[in-house]
Nanobody, 122 residues
């Protein structure tokens, strides 16, 4: 089994910062891309940022220059540093990862975390 667990969400004032973490555990051989999504009430789940196994990153236009995605491969963990937060960033944030569970198969499976709430409000 593989499990992704997010942490670091909470309530923050506009202009503040938060750092989210997402740790993968279980039967893991390697992890390819890791991503952060977010979903506001009544909205679809949208991609926020992605990082490949080689460290290449990409961001949604709405968070460029404010959010930074990074990963620690030794810890099977992906991070999302969120600065200059605005009320529109309020959402449940989810991570996912493409994980290979053994060395003899190139097939990876996508796993999701349970989500962590981020609320930006004064």
């Amino acid at each position: 089994q593989v499990q992704l667990v997010e942490s670091g969400g909470g309530l923050v004032q506009p202009g503040g910062s938060l750092r989210l973490s997402c740790a993968a555990s279980g039967s893991i051989f390697s992890i390819d891309a890791m991503r952060w999504y977010r979903q506001a009430p009544g909205e679809e789940r949208d991609l926020v940022a992605v990082i490949t196994s080689g460290g290449t990153t990409n961001y949604a236009d709405s968070v460029k220059g404010r959010f930074t995605i990074s990963r620690d491969n030794a810890k099977n963990t992906v991070y999302l540093q969120m600065n200059s937060l605005i009320p529109e960033d309020t959402a449940v944030y989810y991570c996912n990862a493409d994980i290979r569970r053994n060395s003899w198969s190139s097939t990876s499976f996508r796993y999701w975390g349970q989500g962590t709430q981020v609320t930006v409000s004064s």
